[in-house]
């Protein structure tokens, strides 16, 4: 099992910066894969970015080169900065892991991300 908390969504302005975090407890050293995505309203939740144990990353085109994921394994904390921020990032961020040898996987709550034109 494992638990996660998200932090750090709000309301900024287009071209604004926001920090998300996401805190794992539980079966952390489980974990092979941590990422974010986000829903929008009327739409697919997508993928945003992830990163694996390895340290191996992977973007969406739409936030290449705006946003960065990065982790910090002595805080079990995944982290997305989000710059550049257009009003169509606006959505529910959710913190994701996936599990090594069981390849199950965990939500957190989610984050709202609003950005204003």
């Known amino acids: 099992q494992v638990q996660l908390v998200e932090s750090g969504g709000g309301l900024v302005q287009a071209g604004g910066s926001l920090r998300l975090s996401c805190a794992a407890s539980?079966?952390?050293?489980?974990?092979?894969?941590r990422g974010w995505y986000r829903q929008a309203p009327g739409k697919q939740r997508e993928l945003v970015a992830t990163?694996?144990?390895?340290?191996?990353?992977n973007y969406a085109d739409s936030v290449k080169g705006r946003f960065t994921i990065s982790r910090d394994n002595a805080k079990n904390t995944v982290y997305l900065q989000m710059n550049s921020l257009k009003p169509e990032d606006t959505a529910v961020y959710y913190c994701?892991?996936?599990?090594?040898?069981?390849?199950?996987?965990?939500w957190g709550q989610g984050t709202q991300v609003t950005v204003s034109s």
């Open positions: 994701n892991v996936v599990l090594r040898t069981s390849f199950k996987d965990y």
């Open positions: 539980g079966s952390i050293f489980s974990i092979n894969v």
């Open positions: 990163i694996t144990s390895g340290g191996s990353v």
